[in-house]
């Protein structure tokens, strides 16, 4: 039996189609616009300041998370580690990293929007921000942040 290639190209179009259907009618999905973003206070071990909305999953419990975090000018962290593979996604404004244990404005690279990065669990490191600037965070839980001067932790001041 011969297939014309119009109709052969047809119907592998539809087929394709058919295979990549619009999220909205698939089972188990989630989709979070922009303007649906319910941003709160970040997490404690976080600086004051900091905004945070989790997208998907849950930072404190086992498995896959997505957190944007909105930081304010101005705002920084003091060297941390992280004990999970941290992977950032600069979604605006400009990140300034360091790596180390000891902070180094002088050192810390810009990072603008657009720009990605992954650090393996343990890599010491310490951010600045100078102009608000907005991350997404998407790695495994439980999340968690450890300061490798303990009095840097922004929990002490409030025990």
Request: hydrophobic share 45%; proline share 11%; aromatic share 6%.
């Amino acid at each position: 039996m011969k297939i014309a290639l119009p109709t052969l190209i047809a119907a592998v179009a539809v087929a394709g189609v058919a295979a990549t259907a619009p999220a909205d009618t698939m089972e188990g999905h989630t989709i979070v616009p922009p303007q649906e973003i319910k941003w709160g206070p970040a997490p404690a071990v976080l600086p004051p300041g900091a905004e945070a909305a989790v997208l998907f999953g849950d930072p404190s419990e086992e498995g896959l998370f997505v957190l944007r975090l909105k930081l304010p000018a101005g705002y920084s962290v003091a060297p941390h580690t992280h004990p999970v593979d941290e992977v950032i996604t600069v979604i605006s404004g400009t990140f300034r990293m360091g790596m180390g244990e000891t902070a180094d404005q002088r050192k810390a690279q810009a990072l603008p929007a657009g720009s990605f990065f992954a650090l393996p669990p343990g890599t010491a490191h310490y951010v600045f921000i100078d102009e608000e600037t907005v991350v997404q965070i998407s790695t495994v839980g439980p999340w968690g942040l450890t300061y490798i001067n303990p009095k840097d932790d922004p929990r002490q001041e409030t025990q």
